[in-house]
């Protein structure tokens, strides 16, 4: 087994299933020639990985647009040809994950990497792009970007999708060969009317002139085709949100395991921290679909705090492997939950007694 001294990165990862295509949460450890996964077990790691993925020959694709419900997917596709789906909590642990395993792939290939490098060729917008045929495509029903129902600040609006899917498909369709030029492109199609933005931030990015950029690559700003485009201000085009906590701005968002109030049993679970109004909800990252979620919190006058490392403290239930910390509501509710490493579950606490 590899030493610990090799780790290059860990955290969790969703896994999907090559069987029964089924999503579980699996503890992914990086080393310099493999990715080995683990499943967690009352709150612990197992002792023995449940895979291995070499990493020799292996390509990345991300962004990967192969489930249209789960954009933050990264494919691995092994030597051998078997393909490996692996879900991050949001865009910029999908990105750094893809970025750290692809520098491992370079150092075990270097050749490879030349052939890539060589093969690279200069971003030319003109002449390579047609705005009006890149548009068809988008809208396509299969292989296009699906319209969805989405939500800012206490609104919610139909027929659109966020900045971050737009570039996600930009950049897997080979339209542009990074995200930078892919914003470029988007911006085009802002100026052009063949996309609008829906929502407060979108449109304050759209008529900023101090950016040299009109489009948001960003998993909160919201955009539509120009033929659905839905007013904000009309009633036919918002939904009502039932849950007003809803609203609030993401200031952070990542797998953190929870222990169950009833049955004491450790899950993880996709966190979402939001303030203006301060809450923190979970979702089950397993569950098709998995938008909606399973639980939360008001953090308003909330107390946290980290909990001793050192034996298994009161109101803990199974052989936990630490980092855990503690969050109680003004209504006297304890929630009991798992962070990854220390550095974590210190970022998270600073993170929620920053908003409540």
């Known amino acids: ?183 470029t492109v988007a911006s085009l199609l802002i100026e052009d009317d063949l996309i609008k933005p829906v929502g407060d931030k979108s449109t304050k990015a759209r008529w900023n002139i101090a950016s040299t950029e009109q489009f948001l690559d960003d998993s909160t700003a919201l955009y539509c085709f120009a033929k659905s485009e839905r007013k904000t201000d009309s009633s036919s085009d918002k939904i009502e949100i039932p849950h007003v906590d809803l609203s609030g701005k993401i200031v952070k968002q990542g797998f953190l395991m929870k222990q169950g109030h009833k049955r004491k049993n450790w899950k993880v679970r996709s966190f979402v921290l939001r303030e203006d109004p301060s809450h923190l909800h979970y979702y089950d990252p397993c569950k098709e679909p998995n938008n909606e979620p399973v639980g939360g919190m008001s953090l308003r006058g909330c107390l946290v705090s980290a909990l001793e490392d050192n034996g298994i403290p009161p109101g803990i239930k199974g052989n936990v492997q630490g980092n855990l910390f503690k969050i109680i509501t003004t209504n006297d509710v304890h929630y009991y939950i798992q962070a990854g490493s220390r550095a974590e579950r210190s970022e998270w606490i600073h993170a929620i007694k920053r908003v409540s």
């Open 1 to 183: 087994m590899q030493g610990e001294a090799a780790v290059i990165r860990q955290g969790f990862l969703v896994k999907r299933g090559h069987v029964v295509h089924n999503w579980k949460a699996r503890w992914f450890v990086l080393y310099k020639n493999q990715l080995l996964y683990y499943k967690i077990e009352g709150g612990k790691k197992e002792s023995r990985p449940r895979g291995i993925i070499s990493l020799v020959g292996c390509t990345v694709h991300c962004p990967c647009l192969d489930y249209e419900n789960r954009p933050l997917v990264i494919k691995l596709k092994a030597n051998n040809s078997v393909e490996y789906f692996l879900e991050a909590s949001c865009r910029e642990e999908r990105d750094s994950w893809a970025e750290d395993i692809n520098v491992v792939i370079r150092a075990i290939n270097p050749e490879h990497q030349k052939q890539l490098c060589s093969s690279d060729t200069s971003f030319e917008i003109a002449a390579n792009i047609c705005l009006s045929h890149l548009i068809k495509e988008m809208k396509e029903t299969n292989g296009g970007i699906k319209e969805m129902t989405n939500g800012e600040y206490g609104n919610t609006y139909k027929q659109c999708f966020t900045g971050s899917t737009v570039i996600d498909w930009l950049v897997s369709k080979n339209v542009a060969h990074s995200r930078s030029d892919a914003v």
